[in-house]
């Protein structure tokens, strides 16, 4: 039988160990929520960037010899 002392003992050792799990667990949380918010603006700017190729690829010839020839004639 566990007398009293050992009892105490244990109990604090349960929770030390459990508080440092907890805290880990909630430091790399915030760190793969910053991973996260990285990436969803990395998508966002290439999502931007296929929208313009997109534009461009499908846009008549002729707007696009204007377009140029109007940056030329700056």
């Given at each position: 039988?566990i ?6 003992i244990?109990?604090v ?19 793969e ?10 998508v ?23 377009e ?7």
């Amino acid at each position: 039988m566990i007398n009293p002392f050992e009892m105490a003992i244990l109990i604090v050792l349960i929770v030390t160990v459990g508080k440092i799990y907890i805290s880990r667990r909630s430091r790399n949380h915030g760190e793969e929520r910053v991973e996260t918010l990285r990436l969803q603006d990395e998508v966002k700017q290439l999502k931007e960037r296929i929208h313009v190729l997109e534009r461009i690829a499908t846009d008549k010839d002729s707007a696009l010899s204007r377009e140029i020839d109007s940056l030329r004639d700056r």
